[in-house]
């Protein structure tokens, strides 16, 4: 069933329109051959991925630092592997995995068709806690960026999703207010709380078959947003 009233749509962007995982499994082959580390990739992210995601929840919790984040998750994970890396090592690893994040851009199925049946009718906007310098890199190299009219990232505003200053800061930043904006993204607790929260309606981007238990409206193909918008 269509949303009423709604005019300005809020995408998250990592694992929500920007193939995050599989970026980021082609960046760490890239970087492991410049700095020649012998470990097999497929071993290597089985002990990473979830190492990983514990620290952005650190990191969005405000528990860790961006620099902490981005060197303990390569060093807990070479420990746990029992790969002996010096830590000028991970320092160089950690700049170059930054570096060479933008060069590769899979986009989920279906994110140009989606993005162009949107822009007819609303506003398009994104709210990321990704890091500045590789979000805009990432949308621009991908191009999807002349989709949105505004851009915010917790390193702009200070805070990051779920907290409730990053979206209203997002839309006093596109000029428009909750009630007639909708957040779309994969995180239940930083993009659907997060928006829930402060009155925007959601829906959640269910790319790990995870079964809400609540009147979430949710999604497992980017396309099926066009039963809602």
């Known amino acids: 069933m269509k949303i009423k009233n709604i005019t300005d749509v809020f995408f998250d962007l990592d694992h929500t329109l920007w193939d995050f995982d599989k970026n980021s499994a082609l960046t760490f082959e890239k970087i492991f051959e410049i700095n ?27 528990k860790v630092s961006k620099e902490t984040l981005r060197f303990g998750r390569l060093n807990d994970a070479f420990l746990a592997l029992e790969v002996e890396v010096g830590r000028e090592v991970i320092d160089k690893l950690s700049d170059d995995y930054i570096e060479h994040l933008s060069s590769f851009n899979h986009l989920f199925d279906n994110t140009f068709e989606i993005l162009d049946y949107l822009n007819e009718n ?14 805009h890199k990432k949308m621009a190299k991908s191009n999807i960026l002349h989709y949105f009219n505004t851009v915010t990232n917790s390193e702009m505003v200070g805070v990051k999703k779920p907290n409730p200053k990053i ?31 402060i009155g925007m309606d959601v829906i959640f981007f269910d790319v790990n078959n995870i079964t809400l238990n609540d009147d979430t409206k949710q999604i497992d193909n980017l396309l099926s947003l066009r039963h809602y918008l």
Do not use: C
């Open 167 to 197: 979206f209203n800061y997002a839309l006093d930043l596109a000029n428009t207010k909750a009630e007639t904006s909708i957040m779309i993204g994969d995180s239940f607790e930083a993009d659907i709380l997060g928006a829930k929260n």
């Open 36 to 62: 020649k580390i012998e470990v097999e990739i497929n071993k290597f992210l089985d002990i990473y991925l979830p190492i990983n995601l514990n620290y952005w929840k650190l990191y969005r919790e405000d």
């Open 122 to 135: 609303y506003s398009l906007h994104i709210i990321t806690n990704g890091f500045d310098e590789v979000q």
